[in-house]
């Protein structure tokens, strides 16, 4: 029988590129995300392997409808991948918009928890070998102007992680985070609302990490023997270096 992943976010950017990595070599894919017409595009690309169902993250009944919707020949679940999620807004508080807040906690957060939830009997029916990989980020432990809420999700993540494997512990699902830093995507044009241009600039005089990079991450993961779990994996691409805080001086205070 052939192993199963289940993607979120699977319409775009790292979830896409998983979907094809694990599809090209012999995985069979549940491909999700809101965009019909890019999940059909998967299908088409692989018949045989890829198994599209329109999902919202932020509403728990689609999330239990897309599970139910699983055909039988996509069943017990390998993997999870919860990667679908966002960032709204660039400002820092508190010239925020509200919406953006409550949007990114329904998908990052609610959206990943809910999604987890639905899975965990698929996934326990294979029990050794399975694996659950949570996309955070390293904004959960690199503060920046404008990373507020959309960092928090992502601490969320960090933490819901280690605690989920304390709950799954005997079961033999591994659990990983998995920490990308700066990667070419479409998530600086959804945080912009729309302005691809701006997500082209982001990337154009630098070296990002790409989509396929993050999907062979997974694929390590997922393929790891079963008796190892990487709790936490921080990625970024070598033109980006952390850095120690920042010191003001005393003329740079405004009060
Ligand atoms: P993209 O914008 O390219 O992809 C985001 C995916 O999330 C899309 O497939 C989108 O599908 C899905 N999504 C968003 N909202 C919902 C929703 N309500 N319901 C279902 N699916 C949803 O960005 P990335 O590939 O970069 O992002 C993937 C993950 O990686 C995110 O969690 C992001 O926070 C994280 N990340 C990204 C980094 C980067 O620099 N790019 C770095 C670190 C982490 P659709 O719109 O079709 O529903
Ligand atoms: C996305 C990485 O640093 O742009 O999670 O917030 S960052």
Known sequence: MKPVIFITGATSGFGAATTRHFASNGWKVIATGRRRERLAELEAQFPEFVHGIEMDLTHHESIKAAVKAIPENFQP?????????????????????P?????????????????????LPLLKQVGRGASIVNVGSIAQRFAYPGGNVYGATKAFVHQFSANLRTDTMGTGIRVTALEPG???????????????????KMYADNDPLMPEDIAQTVWWLANLPAHVNVNVIEVMPVCQVPQRPVILKREEFSA
């Open 77 to 97: 679940v390998t993997c999870l991948f919860n990667n679908g999620g966002l960032a709204l807004g660039t400002n820092p508080i508190p010239d925020i918009d």
């Open 99 to 119: 919406a953006h807040w409550r949007t990114m906690v329904e998908t990052n957060i609610m959206g990943l928890i809910h999604t987890t939830l639905e899975l």
């Open 182 to 200: 700066h990667a070419k995507s479409e998530f600086t044009a959804v945080r912009t609302g729309g302005d691809f241009e701006a997500n082209e």
